[in-house]
C-alpha cells in the first residue's frame, strides 16, 4: 500500500517535468543570469471583487528548503531525459534568490505583482509549480472565506470543509487560509496541532441513534464534556430536540455547568432557529448558544440573516473549502526582466507588465482609492499611498520575524476595514476596484510592444 | 516557517474534531459494539452520468498506519477535552475491521455503497472524515478525467493541472486518479516518483523568450534532448513558429533524430492544428505529434475534434484538476448496523439503506443494464449478474494483492466499454442509470422506517 506523501526531501519534485528540462537546457547553454519573474492573477475570478493574499509562509519554507536528494536525483537520472551535468548541479541546487510579496492577509486585486521572484534563471524557473500551487490555493480559499465571514457580520464561522476537501493538504491548508480570513475556528484537528488554529466540534447523527432515545445521547455527552457541549438537534425533529437539550441544559444547570449550543444541521433555519431561540430564551437559556450548519455559502448566510435567523456560530464545509462558485484561481508567473532588460510576454494579447515593480495602495479616510502599479524606483504616486509588496527574502533566507497565523488574521481582518463597501457586496454587478499603472511604466510597456511587434 | 506537513505519523490527526469526542463518549459509556459503516454518493453531480471509484489504496494504507503518535496524544490531551482513560485508549489504538470495496477503476452511481467498514463503532467512527477526504476527492477526479479521455477518443490526455490543483497533495492524487481513468501520463515529476507514472512535458514560453529568437531557442532545446523534444510554436506567430519547428525538425532528422512533437497553447486551435498539420506533412513530417493545450475540458475537446483539429494529444489543465463543472463529490459515511441490528438514517428525508449490503451488477451483452443493490446474503439476482464489493481487509489488514497502477487503469478502461452509450454523452438531459434495490431490502428499509415513525 502506497500512499504518496509530500516530504521536505522530496517536495522539489513537485513540479512539472518541462521546468527542469528548460533548466537542463538554461545549464547546458549557460544561460542563467539573473532575472525577475512576477506571480499575479490576470482578472480576477468571476463573483470575486477581491482577493485575499495567503500562502506566503508555505512558500518562504519551501524556498528555504528545496533540496534536490540523492533518491530525487536517481529518479531523474532513471527518467533518461536529463544530462550528467545537471544533474551534478541538482545535487547541490539551493535557491539563493530575493523575494518581495504582499503580506498574507492584504487584499490584492488583479495584475498586481504579489510575488515578485529576482533569481538566477534556473532557479526562477524549477520553483514555478510549486509557488503556484501553493498560492493559488491558498489566495482562493481565503479570498472566499472573507466573502462568507464579512457576509456572516459579527456571527462566528467556523471551517467544517475537511470530509470534501481536495484531499489531505488541501484540507488543513483551507483550515489555515479561512481562519486568517476571520473564521474562528475549524473542525480540522491536524490544522490545529499544524497551525495553532482553535478546533471546534459537536456531534454527528451516528452519535444521538447510537443510543435508545435523543434524550439519553444528549445526556452522556453532556455528562462527559461538561465544558464543551453542543448538541445536535435535528437528528429526529429540531423542535423536540430543543426540548431535549433544554432538559439536559436545566440538568447541567444544577451540576455548575453552563450547555454550551445547540446545533441545527437541516431544514428551514430561519424558522427553526428562531424557534429554538425563542424557546431557549423562554427558559433563560439566552446564553445557549445556536450553531447552524448544512451546506451554507455566502448567499445563504445572507439570506438566513435578512430572514431573521438566529444564530451564533455559522459552520461552512464544502462550498468555502472547494471555493464551490470560483474553484480555481489562475494566478501565473511571468517573466518580466532578464540581463537584457525588461521584458515582456505579448502571446495570445496577454500583456505582462515589464520590469521590477512596486504596487502603491492610496487610502483616504480610511477606505482603499486606487492602486498604482509602478516601477520599482518611481517615488510614492501620492503622501496617501504606502506600498504593498515587502522584502521577505534576501539571498534565499527570510529577513523578517514572521508574523504568527494570530497576527497575520488580525492584519487580515484591520484590511477588511479599508475596502470599499461596493467590493463586500457578493451579488450584483461586477464592481472594479481601480488599479492603475503608473506613467512610466506604461510608455516602457508601450515601447517594449513596439519592439517585439518590430522584432517579429 | 512552517509548511505543515502531512506526515504517517500525524495523519490520525487529520479527522474532525467530534470524531474524537464522540469516540471518547463511547468509550466512556461503554459502547463499542460491532457496527457497519457504508461510504456512497446519495445523488450524482451535476454533470456526471456515472462514478469512478478512486483512492482506495490510500485508504487501505490509512487503515492499515493509523497510530496515534504520542505528539499526537499531548496535542489532545493540551485541549483539555479528553478524558485520560481515552487519551490512554488511543496510545495502543489500531484498526482491526473489515473493509469491503468497490475496486478502483469500477465504475458505481448513488446510492450504492463504495466501501463498507465493519469494526467496532470507535474505530470505524474515527476513521470517517480522512476516509471521505480521500474517497470524494480522487473519485471526483477520475470520474472528471473519464469524461475528458472518453470524449477525447483515440487521442491521448495529459495532465498538466498540477499549479491549479487545491495544493500539493491534491496535485499528486490528481496525477493518479486520471491517469487511473485513462490519461497517458502527468507533468508532474512526483507524481511519476511515488506513482510510477509517466511524466510528460515540452516548453514554457519563457523558454522561447530567453533566446534571441523563436529559432534559436528550438535548436538549442532539440540540441540538448534529442529524443524528447517537443516545441511550442505559439509564443509569437503559430504559423512563423510552425515554421521554425519544421527547420529544426529537418536538421534533427540529419542527425539521425525525430521531432517528438509541437505544442499549440493558445488562438483557435481547430484552424491553428489543420493548418500545422498540413504544413508538417508536406515537409514528410507526419511522424510529428501536434499537442494541443490551453484551458481545454470534455467539452471543448469534443468542439475541437467535431471542427476536425488536428491533435494528437490534448493537456488538460485546471478543468481536470479541480473538475471545474463539479468541484466536489458528496460522497457520505453513515452507520448501517449495529449491536440492534440494520440501522436507517431518516432526519431531513434522506434515508440509508441499511444492513450490510452487496451490489450486483447485470451486464448483457457486454453492456451494463442495471445495478441491484441487495443484503449480503441475498443470491445473485440474475445469472448474467457479479457483485462489485469485493473483500479487501480483514482484521485491520489488507488481503489481496494490491493490483499496479498500470493494471488499475487497464481495468478502468476496461470498464468504459461496458458503458451504455448514453453514459458516456457529456452534454444534454441527466441520464439515470437504472440502480434498483432488492424486495428484501427494500422490505427491511420500510420496516426500519415505520419503525422509527413509531419510535418517535
Redesign the interface.
Same mark, same amino acid.
Given at each position: 500500500?502506497?500512499?504518496?506523501?509530500?516530504?521536505?526531501e522530496?517536495?522539489a519534485?513537485?513540479?512539472?517535468?518541462?521546468?527542469?528540462?528548460?533548466a537542463?537546457?538554461?545549464y547546458?547553454?549557460g544561460?542563467n543570469d539573473f532575472t525577475t519573474f512576477d506571480l499575479f492573477v490576470r482578472e480576477l475570478p468571476e463573483n470575486r471583487n477581491f482577493l485575499v493574499s495567503c500562502g506566503l509562509?508555505?512558500i518562504?519554507? %519551501?524556498l528555504?528548503n528545496i533540496r534536490f536528494s540523492k533518491d530525487?536525483i536517481e529518479?531523474?537520472r532513471s527518467?533518461? &531525459?536529463f544530462?550528467e551535468e545537471f544533474l551534478g548541479y541538482l545535487k547541490d541546487f539551493r535557491f539563493g534568490g530575493e523575494v518581495w510579496a504582499i503580506p498574507e492577509g492584504e487584499i490584492y486585486f488583479n495584475q498586481e505583482p504579489v510575488i515578485r521572484v529576482t533569481a538566477r534563471?534556473i532557479e526562477a524557473?524549477i520553483i514555478?509549480?510549486?509557488l503556484?500551487? &501553493?498560492f493559488?490555493?491558498?489566495s482562493m480559499i481565503a479570498s472566499k472565506s472573507a466573502r462568507v465571514v464579512l457576509t456572516a457580520k459579527d456571527k462566528s464561522v467556523v471551517d467544517?470543509s475537511?470530509?470534501?476537501? #481536495?484531499?489531505?493538504?488541501?484540507? &488543513?491548508?483551507t483550515a489555515?487560509a479561512s481562519f486568517i480570513a476571520g473564521c474562528v475556528g475549524t473542525?480540522?484537528?491536524?490544522?490545529?496541532?499544524? %497551525?495553532g488554529i482553535p478546533?471546534?466540534?459537536?456531534?454527528? #447523527?451516528? %452519535?444521538v441513534?447510537?443510543?435508545p432515545?435523543e434524550l439519553e445521547s444528549f445526556r452522556?455527552?453532556a455528562e #462527559?464534556?461538561p465544558?464543551?457541549t453542543v448538541l445536535l438537534i435535528?437528528? %429526529?425533529?429540531v423542535i423536540?430536540g430543543a426540548k431535549n437539550a433544554i432538559i439536559v441544559a436545566k440538568e447541567m444547570e444544577k451540576r455548575g455547568y453552563r450547555l454550551r449550543g445547540v446545533r441545527i444541521?437541516?431544514?428551514d433555519l430561519a424558522e427553526l432557529s428562531k424557534k429554538v431561540r425563542k424557546m431557549l430564551d423562554e427558559e433563560n437559556l439566552n446564553y445557549v448558544r445556536i450553531v447552524l450548519s448544512g451546506d451554507l455559502n455566502e448567499y445563504k448566510i445572507e439570506e438566513l440573516l435578512e430572514k431573521g435567523a438566529k444564530a451564533d456560530v455559522f459552520g461552512v464545509g464544502?462550498e468555502m473549502?472547494?471555493? =464551490?462558485d470560483a474553484?480555481?484561481?489562475?494566478?501565473v508567473y =511571468?517573466?518580466v526582466e532578464?540581463k537584457g532588460g525588461p =521584458?515582456i510576454?505579448?502571446?495570445?494579447g496577454k500583456i505582462t507588465l515589464p520590469g521590477k515593480k512596486q504596487v502603491w495602495r492610496v487610502v483616504k479616510d480610511g477606505i482603499m482609492i486606487e492602486d498604482i502599479i509602478c516601477l520599482e524606483d518611481e517615488p510614492p504616486p501620492s503622501k496617501d499611498a504606502y506600498p504593498l509588496l515587502v522584502k521577505v527574502m534576501d539571498r534565499g533566507k527570510?529577513i523578517i520575524d514572521?508574523p504568527s497565523i494570530s497576527k497575520i488574521r488580525e492584519f487580515c481582518i484591520s484590511n477588511y476595514s479599508k475596502l470599499p463597501e461596493e467590493a463586500k457586496k457578493i451579488r450584483g454587478e461586477k464592481w472594479d476596484y481601480p488599479v492603475k499603472v503608473s506613467n512610466k511604466l506604461r510608455r516602457m510597456t508601450e515601447k517594449l510592444e513596439k519592439m &517585439?511587434h518590430y #522584432?517579429?
Open positions: 500500500m502506497n500512499f504518496g506523501f509530500l516530504t521536505p522530496n517536495m519534485l513537485l513540479t512539472d517535468l518541462y521546468e527542469l528540462t528548460m537542463d537546457s538554461y547546458r547553454a544561460i509562509e508555505q518562504l519554507y %519551501y528555504e530525487a529518479y531523474l527518467l533518461k &531525459i544530462s534563471r524557473q514555478e509549480t510549486f503556484l500551487n &501553493i493559488n490555493f491558498q467544517f475537511a470530509r470534501r476537501d #481536495h484531499s489531505t493538504d488541501a484540507s &488543513i491548508k489555515r473542525s480540522n484537528v491536524l490544522a490545529g496541532r499544524l %497551525y478546533v471546534i466540534g459537536t456531534m454527528a #447523527h451516528s %452519535y441513534m447510537s443510543f432515545n452522556t455527552f #462527559h464534556f465544558e464543551n435535528d437528528t %429526529y425533529d423536540e444541521d437541516s431544514g464544502t473549502g472547494v471555493s =464551490k474553484p480555481s484561481l489562475g494566478g =511571468k517573466l532578464d =521584458k510576454k505579448l502571446s495570445t527570510v514572521y &517585439i #522584432h517579429q
